[in-house]
Nanobody, 120 residues
Framework: VQLQASGGGLVQAGGSLRLACEAS????????VQWHRQAPGEQRELVAT????????TTNYDPSVKGRFTVFRDMNTVYLQMNSLEPMDTADYFC??????????????WGQGTLVTVSS
């Protein structure tokens, strides 16, 4: 199983970026994803979660990003759409995913960070 995060970059305040977290592997099924971020000198914080449900995925957001960030899934890729970006959103963004395969069961994996820089 591999977990690949992408989509970071430099954007002006008020702009948008879309991050992607793709799970790949034989018979891999993505159950849940957490998006975390870590600003320089700060602790890593959880900003958004998505839980895969047959009746429809459920999502949760930290108050600091609610209304600006949206997390959604397309097959085994989970996206974090970030709008109205502010300098305070500058951080390394990480995805943490629970992935099921018949051989491993459900395991949590971390993707590598993708850097988001918001200029004022």
């Amino acid at each position: 199983v591999q977990l690949q995060a992408s989509g970071g970059g430099l954007v002006q305040a008020g702009g948008s970026l879309r991050l992607a977290c793709e799970a790949s592997g034989t018979n891999a099924l993505l159950n849940a994803v957490q998006w975390h971020r870590q600003a320089p000198g700060e602790q890593r914080e959880l900003v958004a979660t998505l839980m895969r449900r047959a009746s429809g995925d459920t999502t949760n957001y930290d108050p600091s990003v609610k209304g600006r960030f949206t997390v959604f899934r397309d097959m085994n890729t989970v996206y974090l759409q970030m709008n109205s970006l502010e300098p305070m959103d500058t951080a390394d963004y990480f995805c943490n995913a629970n992935i099921y395969t018949p051989s491993t069961g459900s395991v949590w994996y971390w993707g590598q960070g993708t850097l988001v820089t918001v200029s004022s």
